[in-house]
């Protein structure tokens, strides 16, 4: 559809559908936004149980040492 015959028939519409057409595509993208987030979120829960796996099966010293290195020691 032509942007013209696009914004003629915006121009027709009543306000009332206007606001809720707008307010549907809003609605649309929020969700799509909240569907993206969701689908990145479940790419890291199996890496995170990978990770939570490891650390429980390294010793108290060796535990100690990863902090220490995460937090800028030696």
Do not use: C, F
């Not at 993206?36 to 429980?56: C, G, H, I, M």
């Amino acid at each position: 559809m032509k942007s013209e015959q696009l914004l003629l028939r915006i121009s027709e519409m009543p306000y009332e559908d206007l606001l809720k057409k707008v307010g549907d595509i809003r609605d649309a993208r929020v969700d799509a936004r909240a569907a993206s987030a969701n689908k990145a979120t479940k790419k890291t829960k199996p890496k995170k149980a990978a990770v939570d796996k490891l650390v429980d099966k390294m010793t108290a010293d060796e535990k100690a040492k990863l902090i220490a290195l995460l937090e800028g020691g030696s």
